[in-house]
Every structure is written in C-alpha cells, then in structure tokens.
C-alpha cells in the first residue's frame, strides 16, 4: 500500500491548491514526510470524525488532524449506501478530462450517441485491441468513444511513437483502427497531444488500459462488452436520478 501510495503521490501535477497550508500544517508535513515532493491539490473536511480529505496525484487518502495517521481506501455511507471516495475521485476525474477538447481526442460515434465515454488506451493493449475491434456494436449501442493516450510503458517507447504516428496520419481514425488491428502506422511526427494526456492520464490516477470513464466521472472499466457497457451506463443515469 505505501509503494502505491508514494507513486500516486509522487505523480501528482502541480495546481492551485483548494486550502491555506498554514492551517493545514500537520497534514501538509505528515504527506511530504512520506513523499518530500508530492503536490497536494486539496485538503477539504472529510465526513469521517477527526481526518481530513487529501486529493494528491489522482487519489484520495485521509489524514488524522494531527498527522499521526492516514487511511487509504473506500469511505463509504452506510446509511446512504455510498461509496464517498469514488464520488470525489469521479468528480475529480470530470473536471481535469473534460478540459480536453474534442479536437484532441480520437473520436469514433454514432448519430445522436445516448452516451459518450472517455477510453485511455494503449496501441499494444490486447484488451484495448478487443474493445476497438467491437467499436461497431458500441456505437449500435448508442455509445460514442472519445479516445485518449495512456502509453503504458511511458513517452518516448515504441508504443508511444506509434500514438504519435497515428495522431499525425492524414486520417486518424483510419489508423487507428489499423493499429489496433497489430498494423504498424507509417512513422509520422508532428504537433501532438500524447505526452499531455498521459500525464493527465497519472493526474487522474489512470493506472492501466484500457480504463472507461462514464460521463460523471465514473470508472466503468477495464475491458467490458458493448451491451456490458451499456448495461453499466444504463445502471449510472438510473442512479442519479
């Protein structure tokens, strides 16, 4: 736990932070004694008695007021039968994803989509392969995808030259679907997105692929089958009613 814990918050981005470190000093110096460079984006009251909400590298911990303890997990309303952190985490998510304009994103919709997910995916990735191959029956299902980079092995490996010779194609979405289909794109270099959102991509804790993101924020995914992903996004507009 505390190796996954120090490489999230060792990831985390710089922003403007949401609180007045001065008044938040124990928790502050409790995180930074755990991982000296971490970037805190907020610190917020959380509903669990004496801990407070810490949003660092695309993940929620709790901190003890005094910065004795920390808790890592799922804090969940029993009462109201819900999960807080993916709440947070899925509000998160939303925020940064959608600063993406669709104009950097690899798009493949129906007409007058029901639903349209976000897809960090990687050109190697055998599931992101097997859910590009349906890409047909998800858009029978009324779902768009809106494709985002996750190279997994990082900027600058194979897997990352050929996101970027995908991107700078003539036509994207055909090679895409090439790639996807184990074709090797033409080496092509260009102006291009790809580092920018892998390291969105760490920011929102994004730590495999293919990860799906519903509309509200909510990971869905991993690999699921169309009607799977419609059942799934079926089950999340019902539940936010």
């Known amino acids: 736990m505390?190796?996954?814990?120090?490489?999230?918050?060792?990831?985390?981005?710089?922003?403007?932070?949401?609180f007045a470190a001065e008044d938040n000093k124990a928790i502050t110096d409790a995180i930074h004694s755990l991982v000296p460079n971490a970037k805190i984006d907020s610190i917020s009251k959380s509903a669990l008695p004496g801990f407070s909400e810490v949003v660092t590298g695309g993940q929620v911990v709790y901190?003890?007021?005094?910065?004795?303890?920390?808790?890592?997990?799922?804090?969940?309303?029993?009462?109201?039968?819900?999960?807080?952190?993916?709440?947070?985490?899925?509000?998160?998510?939303?925020?940064?994803?959608?600063?993406?304009?669709?104009?950097?994103?690899?798009?493949?919709?129906?007409?007058?989509?029901?639903?349209?997910v976000t897809v960090y995916?990687?050109?190697?990735?055998?599931?992101?392969?097997?859910?590009h191959e349906n890409i047909a029956q998800y858009n029978q299902q009324g779902i768009a995808l809106e494709y985002l980079w996750f190279p997994r092995s990082g900027v600058g490996t194979p897997s990352y030259d050929k996101a970027v010779s995908v991107w700078c194609a003539s036509d994207r979405n055909r090679a895409f679907t090439d790639a996807k289909a184990g074709k090797d794109p033409k080496s092509a270099k260009c102006d291009n997105p790809i580092a920018e959102q892998f390291e969105l991509g760490q920011r929102v804790g994004i730590n495999g692929t293919p990860t799906i993101?519903?509309?509200?924020?909510?990971?869905?995914?991993?690999?699921?089958?169309?009607?799977?992903m419609r059942q799934r996004l079926d089950a999340l507009a019902t539940a936010s009613k």
């Open 63 to 116: 901190v003890s007021s005094d910065g004795k303890y920390l808790l890592q997990g799922s804090l969940f309303d029993i009462a109201n039968k819900k999960d807080l952190t993916e709440s947070r985490l899925a509000g998160i998510r939303k925020e940064l994803i959608d600063q993406v304009p669709k104009s950097k994103r690899i798009v493949f919709a129906p007409k007058d989509p029901k639903y349209t």
């Open 2 to 18: 505390f190796t996954k814990l120090s490489l999230a918050l060792a990831f985390a981005a710089a922003t403007t932070t949401a």
């Open 213 to 228: 993101i519903a509309p509200d924020g909510t990971q869905i995914g991993g690999y699921l089958p169309p009607e799977a």
């Open 121 to 131: 995916t990687d050109i190697d990735c055998g599931y992101c392969r097997k859910l």
